[in-house]
């Protein structure tokens, strides 16, 4: 169980386009899904927390406006990285977080990785 | 002080024997402690939790933790080349998102 997908696995798109990225939970409902990235050789950095209903949480630094993101239903969250450019390149990564007996665990997707022309 | 620590390593290893990773926390509040593993350009994996201190084990692995030190830690019994990956320490409070320390590399060596 807990088993979240992504979709596209891996894109490329050149300067100034928007790309869609689709995380979903498939086998449990997840009110709360983050939206990570990650540079090379680095750690995870939490862009924002996506609560379904309602605008999504973004952390400092990162631009609103320019990642996009939609927590539509409880099992699906979109980020759109909107007018991409080379530095947007990077590994995007969603997790869904299940609330459990014991504690709310997060489980994470198999990243999306963005790669602008 | 950064909220998880863990060092960065790399943890060298030979198969077959011991690898111990380490995490402090600082915020006394956290409830809830992951380990996570994430090879080269994948995404983390869960490998276990623990929310009480003491001991908890699962297969080869074991965590531990110590609430009063702030400290957790997990045991990879009989190291494998393929648990060569970076492991990731996560601290979180109910409803919240994940705390990442910055992962500890582990190299199994055969």
């Known amino acids: 169980g807990a088993v979240v997908s992504q979709h596209p696995s891996w894109v490329i798109c050149k300067s100034g386009t928007s790309v869609k990225i689709e995380c979903r939970s498939l086998?449990?409902?997840?009110?709360?899904m983050f939206w990570y990235r990650q540079f090379p050789k680095q750690s995870l950095m939490l862009m924002a927390t996506?609560?379904?209903?309602?605008?999504?949480?973004?952390e400092q630094g990162v631009e609103k406006d320019k990642f996009l993101i939609n927590h539509a239903s409880l099992t699906l969250s979109t980020l759109t990285v909107t007018s991409a450019h080379p530095e947007d390149s990077s590994f995007y990564i969603c997790?869904?977080?299940?609330?459990?007996?014991?504690?709310?665990?997060?489980?994470f997707g198999p990243g999306t990785r963005l790669t602008v022309l | 002080q950064k909220e998880v620590e863990q060092n960065s390593g790399p943890l060298s290893v030979p198969e077959g024997a011991i690898a111990s990773l380490n995490c402090t926390y600082s915020?006394?509040?956290?409830?809830?402690f992951f380990w996570y593993r994430q090879y080269s350009g994948k995404s983390p994996e869960l490998i276990m939790f623990?929310?009480?201190?003491g001991d908890k084990e699962d297969g080869r692995f074991t965590a531990q933790l110590n609430k009063a030190s702030q400290y957790v830690s997990l045991l990879i019994r009989d190291s494998q080349p393929s648990d060569s990956a970076t492991y990731l320490c996560?601290?979180?409070?109910?409803?919240?998102?994940?705390?990442f320390g910055k992962g500890t590399t582990l190299s199994v060596s055969s």
């Open positions: 997790s869904a977080m299940t609330s459990g007996r014991d504690t709310d665990t997060q489980y």
């Open positions: 086998d449990f409902q997840a009110t709360t």
């Open positions: 996506s609560n379904e209903g309602s605008k999504a949480t973004y």
């Open positions: 915020d006394r509040g956290s409830q809830s």
């Open positions: 623990i929310y009480s201190n």
């Open positions: 996560a601290v979180n409070k109910p409803g919240t998102a994940l705390i």
